[in-house]
């Protein structure tokens, strides 16, 4: 039984060893046996894809919860939110070893910031919601299905008006549903001002030379892109028939265009953008040509980068009526932003604990807050290129601003634990033995290690005292120690034979006490009184070394489940310990403690074997009963134990 235990913890210790800090893995799916009857009503194929689809939803419950660091690249400098050593580095000093990492032009979020400027960081919405669709949608309708003189050209000038203040509603096109909503709004508002028979601005724009009702154009871009919106004007054919016009000249390229470019620092990896990102232009997905470019007209254009693997890239909204650049270059815009600007905010005072940055940073702070609820996100800035060098900034939620969390001169990654603790320990190899030699015939080693003399029903029970020091970097641990047994048994003391280093293996070395001597003529002794002396302590010393990895989100402080193994030297009984090791630690509730000081209870089990080392009473007693298969005993015996402690980090 105890082997089958050991087995056990020492695959699940080699499984969690072997597998990286982050698992890429979807959790693994397995049908419900039940369910078989219902082969019938589903193919195998369809049962694959639904399973896909179940795994696919349970990984990306798991990444909402993964902390978020936006890398900020120091300008002129290669380390960026790829560079290993950075990440290995930010992940201990935040305590996230399961931390993911991604660049800084991510956090510019113009396009989802709302119009409003005196809506404060905390208040941004981030997502148009779906609920302020249905009132739109009905509004529209409403104004599209008045006839042209229901108004004087005042009073629908004013509809227009008031129609172009409830587009704020539809701020940034992300997905393809705000698509038709955004499309009805445009022509009810290019009906309604084409009504007013106002000639100018904000209703009527020059594009390319030509005027233009500018809200039936922004109607024809969205068109030009899915042709098919058009069909939901059937009813409204004043409003249908001057878009499909503009759509035309749109498809015969009456109208300029715009270069978007997606290059970044002049340069574009396409593999791994594609990999990384899906472009949405207007909440529809298209592809960058092999320079990284994509043509759009001139109006309002939403773009959006959305991550492949998880969560939300940039957004930007593009207004222009003018073409006074042949080319908007995306990323390298937030980049400017998002990583030269900003850092140079930071660094303005790198120490404060509240940073002053500008508003509109905040605001995209607070939206890809939004964006990732369930995340905590921080803000990491390699000084001068260093990796080893990092300051490390979080976003605080509730106060909407950031705070200094660490790093740059003091980011010393490892994390320390030092710990007591105690409990329980059953050894196996603690045996007793008869210390009186005066009634042997001979004092010969071999002679006088026999089953006689020692005791089978041994004394294992033992209170440990344990001081152990832990070093923690992300998932690895590492910790030694010092552990003192109190013998429990009813002999009250340990015994083992005095150690002569360095003649471990010399069968003539042999320690007794000699009494009533007497010198013969050859020089000899004869003593009345013999018997073995023995090293009897009420404490034996155990030194152990070991390694393992610690689980869960704060496993970078030494927090969580862990599995590891170690190795030990005992000096009573005489032995080599490796044992496995399971054990949680976690926080108590008392106190306000953060940073690298934080108290500590630690739980540990242990199993594993005492392997007797030469010169030892176990080892002896190996000897002595091998021929004797009643009394056989064994150089390895079984260890287990139970440990309850208290410590702190630091």
């Known amino acids: 039984m105890l082997m089958r235990v050991l087995c056990c913890l020492l695959v699940s210790f080699l499984s969690f060893a072997s597998a990286p800090a982050l698992a890429e893995e979807a959790l693994s799916f397995d049908a419900d046996p039940r369910l078989e009857k219902k082969k019938d009503k589903k193919t195998e194929e369809e049962k694959s894809e639904e399973e896909k689809k179940v795994e696919a939803e349970e990984e990306r419950k798991r990444r909402e919860l993964v902390a978020r660091v936006i890398v900020l690249k120091w300008r002129g400098k290669d380390t960026d939110y790829a560079d290993e050593t950075l990440r290995r580095n930010v992940r201990s000093r935040i305590a996230r070893p399961e931390a993911w990492f991604f660049p800084e032009v991510d956090l510019y979020q113009n396009g989802r910031k709302v119009p409003d400027r005196t809506v404060i960081p905390a208040n941004q919405p981030a997502i148009v919601p779906d609920s302020s669709v249905p009132a739109i949608d009905?509004?529209?309708?409403?104004?599209?299905?008045?006839?042209?003189?229901a108004y004087a050209n005042a009073d629908w000038y004013r509809v227009a008006d008031s129609l172009r203040l409830l587009s704020s509603g539809l701020w940034f096109i992300d997905r393809v549903e705000l698509r038709r909503p955004l499309f009805m709004l445009y022509a009810a508002i290019g009906y309604a001002s084409a009504n007013a028979d106002n000639g100018g601005p904000p209703f009527f724009e020059v594009i390319g030379g030509q005027t233009v009702n500018y809200y039936y154009y922004m109607a024809a871009l969205l068109a030009y892109q899915e042709p098919g919106l058009t069909g939901n004007l059937a009813p409204f054919p004043e409003a249908k028939n001057p878009i499909e016009y503009i759509r035309s000249q749109l498809e015969q390229g009456a109208f300029p265009s715009l270069k978007l470019d997606f290059e970044q620092e002049n340069a574009y990896d396409a593999e791994t953008f594609n990999n990384e990102y899906e472009v949405l232009i207007n909440g529809l997905p298209i592809s960058l040509d092999a320079n990284a470019r994509s043509d759009i007209f001139l109006g309002r254009t939403d773009v959006y980068l959305k991550r492949k693997d998880t969560g939300h890239g940039l957004s930007e909204r593009i207004e222009v009526t003018k073409l006074e650049d042949k080319a908007y270059f995306v990323r390298d815009v937030?980049?400017?932003?998002?990583?030269?600007?900003?850092?140079?905010?930071?660094?303005?005072?790198?120490?404060?604990?509240?940073?002053?940055?500008?508003?509109?940073?905040?605001?995209f702070l607070a939206i890809y807050q939004k964006l990732h609820d369930k995340a905590d996100v921080y803000i990491a800035v390699p000084y001068k290129g260093n990796p080893n060098k990092v300051w490390i900034w979080q976003y605080d939620r509730r106060r909407a601003q950031l705070k200094y969390v660490g790093g740059g001169a003091d980011g010393f990654p490892v994390r320390f634990a030092f710990l007591f603790s105690t409990g329980i320990l059953y050894n196996g190899a603690s045996p007793a033995i008869d210390a009186d030699l005066s009634d042997e015939d001979s004092l010969a080693p071999d002679d006088v290690a026999n089953s006689n003399r020692f005791s089978?029903?041994?004394?294992?029970?033992?209170?440990?005292?344990?001081f152990e020091l832990r070093l923690h970097y992300n998932r690895l641990m590492v910790n030694f120690g010092a552990e003192f047994g109190y013998n429990a048994g009813k002999n009250a003391k340990w015994q083992e034979y005095y150690q002569t280093p360095g003649k471990q293996k010399e069968e003539d070395i042999h320690t007794a006490r000699l009494s009533d001597c007497q010198q013969n003529d050859d020089g000899s002794f004869t003593c009345a009184d013999i018997a073995d002396v023995f090293n009897r302590r009420q404490f034996n010393r155990h030194l152990y070394l070991g390694a393992g990895i610690v689980l869960g989100r704060d496993a970078g402080i030494g927090f969580g489940p862990r599995f590891a193994f170690q190795w030990g030297w005992l000096n009573i009984p005489h032995a080599f310990q490796p044992t496995l090791h399971f054990g949680w630690a976690i926080q108590p509730p008392i106190g306000n403690f953060g940073g690298r000081f934080r108290p500590m209870i630690d739980l540990d089990l242990r199993g594993g074997v005492a392997i007797a080392r030469q010169r030892s009473l176990q080892y002896d007693l190996v000897e002595a009963t091998k021929n004797n298969s009643e009394k056989e005993e064994r150089l390895v015996e079984e260890v287990l134990g139970a440990n309850l402690g208290v410590g702190f980090t630091f």
Request: hydrophobic share 40%; glycine share 4%.
């Open 456 to 466: 089978v029903d041994k004394e294992p029970a033992t209170i440990p005292f344990d």
């Open 334 to 363: 937030a980049r400017k932003r998002m990583g030269i600007e900003f850092i140079d905010q930071l660094f303005l005072n790198p120490n404060a604990c509240l940073p002053e940055v500008d508003g509109d940073i905040l605001n």
């Open 138 to 149: 009905q509004r529209s309708v409403e104004v599209l299905s008045l006839p042209w003189n």
